[in-house]
């Protein structure tokens, strides 16, 4: 077999104008925001737009991407309003916006996101740790909600795909939600957070992938493995990537960089490098399918965007 050396579309990266104070998430200069699992944000306290983007990426054969919402602070729809004001021929030519859906208005929020033409899912984090530190989401159990359930009933009817970030010991509750919304297509971000490196940990997110495998509308972006794994090695990071593959196969999975975040521990090319070594062992298809062709299907992202 041979590495791949097609077209690749990043299924998930983040854009944002710091100076806008719109990602309080960032923290400041004093420290704020540390903590989280990739460690210091201190770095990502800059803007990073378009033109950052691809000098990044420039080479390795991206022709499209996908934007994920990036915990923007301000109204419903600004985020989209403003990823508007960008040049969106190929970076963030499709993107998945935010809505709360616990809101009682959320059901008329997801509709109006919905519409925009080049929406393409949503994203609300349900990630909870018992460490409030490492918690993305402000309480557990937030899939299992009815008020939560009823705002995600309204995505289904959309036709949209729901991005699913949570932690390894979340995954029965996702599991059964997904099994509640069959009609629904959920993509699990990160590889699942493999955010427990222990060896009890490593066999749990395992055991849960495997589990959230079995259900036909769940696929698995296979992004930023070097968020829990700071001294990472072409090995530590291939043995990740396997498990996700032996879970969901490669028409299941996808590629994303989870740009700027992933660059806190890895150059964009040195981590590509890492997932096209260790897809060299399949077929060409199946190369495709990971690097370009299920996102392709599952985004919707136009031919004419394909080849950019």
Avoid at 258 to 273: K, R, T
Avoid at 277 to 288: G, H, I, M, N, Y
Wanted: net charge negative; proline share 6%.
């Amino acid at each position: 077999m041979s590495r791949y050396s097609g077209p690749i579309i990043d299924a998930h990266h983040h854009l944002w104008a710091y100076g806008m104070g719109r990602h309080g998430w960032l923290g400041s200069d004093g420290g704020d925001g540390d903590g989280l699992p990739m460690g210091s944000l201190a770095p990502l306290r800059r803007d990073y737009l378009v033109a950052g983007y691809l000098a990044e990426t420039a080479g390795q054969g991206v022709v499209a991407t996908v934007h994920v919402e990036a915990g923007w602070d301000g109204p419903p729809g600004s985020e989209t309003a403003w990823l508007d004001t960008l040049d969106r021929s190929a970076v963030a030519r499709r993107h998945v916006f935010r809505v709360d859906l616990g809101l009682p208005e959320a059901a008329e929020l997801v509709r109006a996101e919905a519409a925009h033409p080049r929406a393409a899912g949503l994203r609300d984090i349900v990630a909870w740790h018992p460490d409030p530190a490492r918690s993305f989401a402000a309480a557990a159990g937030r899939m299992s909600d009815p008020a939560w359930r009823r705002g995600l009933a309204a995505l289904a009817e959309t036709g949209l795909v729901f991005e699913l970030m949570l932690y390894p010991p979340q995954m029965a509750e996702a599991e059964a939600l997904a099994r509640d919304f069959p009609d629904l297509t959920f993509v699990l971000n990160h590889c699942g957070s493999p955010a427990d490196r222990s060896a009890a940990g490593m066999a749990d997110w395992a055991a849960g992938l495997a589990r959230l495998g079995a259900c036909p509308n769940v696929c698995l972006k296979i992004s930023n493995p070097v968020a829990y794994d700071h001294d990472w090695t072409g090995e530590s990071l291939g043995a990740v990537i396997g498990t996700c593959l032996d879970a969901f196969g490669p028409q299941r999975s996808l590629f994303g960089s989870d740009l700027p975040v992933s660059g806190l521990q890895a150059e964009f090319g040195a981590l590509l490098d890492v997932y096209r070594s260790r897809l060299s062992v399949l077929p060409e298809a199946d190369q495709r399918a990971f690097f370009h062709d299920t996102a392709v299907r599952i985004y919707r992202i136009a031919p004419e965007a394909q080849e950019a």
